[in-house]
């Protein structure tokens, strides 16, 4: 074989190619579904994203013959740093053909620019951060993903640990079923009842004419009800209002709520319909027609992803969880999602896997992080 040749993306045609990537890849994987390519750009778009606020990155192409075979990214975010007191950098947008060779030197790359940067470890794929598409699927690739999580070779696993990667943490996803509701164990619902009565807590759904407000009041939540988690990234006021206009087309009223007393809000929960089911049908291209396929099929989801729930620390045993949980499992009964998936969810939260094991879920898809330790030196800014 030619020689494998490392390189920055340094052109518009390079990220191009970097973008474009993963769709020659998976051509022949029915469960792969293609992200937007236009969105994928924006995000990869260091002056539209507001991550590089508090972060900055490098962009790697595996070459042979000038033909790409594998990608990477390299990223260090500061304000994870700080958050977490660590020097620690990521990688993330992995992609590679089966070449151990490609995906050594990939990997190798990004270690050298981290170690530049001054970073003693390194953890990934994150795309960028916790916050993002993360992991590497390593159980469950005979289900195709749900919105916001990947379909990978089931051989990446062994080019990143050829590579010389180690686990670092393993994230599941919970699958549940509006038709269990008979298979949970009924102190949620004795909880859910004694929300209101008890400590008066309320529901209420979350209004999209007002989203940005209804965002800070999710970060507000967000920010210190996983503060403690490992790999959690606290989400900027910029980051909200982005993520809010990126999302605002795929939101639903139904699926996001909020947990109250006296008119703060306490909890929160965030659900999405599966846009996948939609996606895969245009293979990433609005143009010619992908849009008018979106508008047409937007409403024929049957699923929901529930990404973010979470409590204040000082309300945590009142109930709140299982208020929202019974929120969801009421949605849909009056709603086209009839089930859905419940992730990321840390290996290590006992707390969240038994309450999805008390639920009635079922975990049906893991994915791996990994990590290896850099020799740090004097950051090359």
């Not at 590679?96 to 030197?105: F, K, S, T």
């Amino acid at each position: 074989m030619s020689q494998v040749v490392i390189r920055p993306v340094a052109s518009r045609r390079d990220l191009t190619a970097f973008v474009r990537l993963p769709n020659r890849l998976y051509v022949n994987e029915p469960n792969w579904v293609a992200p937007l390519r236009f969105e994928r750009r924006q995000f990869l778009d260091r002056s539209k994203n507001p991550y590089f606020e508090h972060a900055r990155a490098e962009y790697f192409l595996a070459e042979r013959d000038g033909r790409p075979v594998g990608r990477i990214t390299a990223q260090v975010d500061e304000r994870f740093q700080e958050i977490q007191g660590s020097k620690g950098g990521h990688f993330g947008f992995f992609e590679c053909e089966r070449d151990p060779e490609a995906a050594a030197a990939l990997i190798d790359a990004a270690a050298r620019w981290l170690t530049a940067q001054g970073c003693d470890a390194m953890v990934g794929p994150q795309d960028f951060t916790m916050n993002d598409e993360c992991g590497v699927l390593v159980e469950g690739h005979e289900r195709p993903p749900i919105v916001g999580t990947g379909w990978h070779h089931p051989y990446y696993a062994e080019l990143l640990e050829g590579a010389g990667l180690t686990k670092a943490m393993d994230l599941y996803m919970w699958e549940l079923h509006i038709q269990g509701r008979k298979d949970v164990l009924p102190v949620i619902w004795d909880l859910a009842a004694k929300l209101e009565p008890e400590h008066g807590i309320t529901i209420r759904h979350a209004s999209k004419k007002d989203l940005e407000a209804e965002m800070r009041r999710f970060v507000s939540i967000y920010n210190v009800a996983w503060e403690r988690n490992w790999g959690f990234s606290p989400l900027t006021e910029s980051e909200i209002a982005h993520t809010a206009k990126t999302l605002k087309p795929i939101l639903d009223e139904n699926w996001m709520m909020f947990a109250e007393k006296d008119g703060e809000a306490v909890g929160v929960a965030v659900s999405v319909p599966d846009f996948n089911q939609v996606l895969h049908r245009i293979d990433g291209r609005l143009l010619p027609l992908g849009w008018l396929t979106l508008l047409r099929n937007r409403k024929r989801t049957d699923r929901v992803r529930v990404g973010f729930l979470g409590v204040r620390p000082e309300w945590q045993h009142a109930g709140v969880a299982a208020g929202l949980y019974k929120e969801h499992f009421d949605m849909a009964e009056v709603t086209p999602q009839t089930w859905g998936e419940m992730g990321w969810i840390l290996e290590t939260n006992d707390g969240m896997n038994r309450a999805m094991e008390a639920m009635g879920g079922r975990i049906v898809r893991r994915y791996r992080l990994y990590e290896r330790p850099l020799a740090a030196s004097a950051p090359d800014r």
